[in-house]
């Protein structure tokens, strides 16, 4: 997949792009079958909601999970990265919103770049995060919301690090200022159909709500940094907080994920 100039122009100008249908039902299908095992994991990357055993996050999936890490190198995702980016890049992060029917305390209004700059020393918001819609996300489950153009303001200077007692920390954007920027550029709910995906420019300003319907809205975030915006600091955070591989991606076969599907058919056929 290659990028139009028109493109690559809006996301400079709106801050992201979205593209329905990127993956098709089969490819999903062997992702949420591995999403089901990543569920039942321990350590210390899968993160829960405080006083509750529903997952929050699961940090890293990429690292250690085949169909993630293929997914993560596809052509569909890392051409459009490496120009928007005009580099090569890596995964600075990945993680994985579960965001069950009935569960998922919300996400504050906050920009990405902030907390990476401010815990792991990164230099400029050369970063995209690509979000992987892994169920029908509609009106109703809690989807993202975006504030459209909202990263040509830079770094947000009011929002301030809090920490979330997860060994990180948000750059929560008051409501004065939230409400400033939504009066220039509106708010934005990211929906689509299980296979949409979006790449969004890292300090765009998002948030979302807590999921109060029956139906589940899993999304997994691919946070793609240049290569020639390594982080300088981060030494004590956790490897599934700030990546300490940063050797350039390479795109996988296409058809990476469909040969999983078709493998794993065959071996349930023998």
Not at 52 to 67: K, M, Q, T, V
Not at 199 to 210: K, M, T
């Amino acid at each position: 997949m290659y990028l139009t100039s028109q493109q690559v122009e809006e996301f400079d100008e709106r801050g992201y792009l979205q593209f329905s249908g990127l993956l098709d039902a089969e490819e999903v299908a062997v992702l949420n079958t591995e999403r089901r095992h990543l569920q039942a994991r321990e350590g210390a990357e899968v993160v829960r909601e405080p006083g509750s055993s529903a997952i929050r996050l699961i940090y890293g999936a990429h690292d250690y999970c085949e169909p993630f890490r293929l997914l993560s190198c596809l052509p569909r995702l890392l051409g459009p990265v490496r120009q928007l980016l005009r580099a090569s890049a890596y995964i600075h992060q990945s993680r994985l919103d579960p965001r069950r029917g009935f569960t998922g305390d919300p996400w504050n209004w906050h920009q990405d770049f902030g907390v990476w700059r401010h815990e792991d020393g990164m230099k400029r918001p050369d970063c995209v995060m690509t979000a992987i819609m892994l169920d029908d996300t509609t009106a109703v489950n809690g989807p993202l919301l975006l504030v459209p153009g909202s990263h040509r303001h830079g770094e947000v200077r009011e929002a301030h690090p809090e920490p979330d007692g997860r060994g990180s920390s948000v750059m929560r954007i008051s409501a004065h200022m939230l409400e400033a920027l939504a009066r220039d550029g509106g708010i934005e709910a990211l929906t689509g159909p299980a296979g949409t995906v979006a790449f969004i420019h890292c300090n765009l300003v998002h948030g979302s709500a807590n999921n109060v319907s029956p139906w589940p809205r899993a999304t997994l975030y691919l946070a793609y940094n240049s290569v020639e915006n390594l982080p300088e600091g981060g030494q004590g955070r956790a490897w599934f907080l700030n990546n300490p591989d940063r050797t350039p991606l390479d795109p996988v076969d296409d058809d990476a994920l469909h040969a999983l599907s078709r493998a794993a058919k065959a071996r349930r056929a023998g």
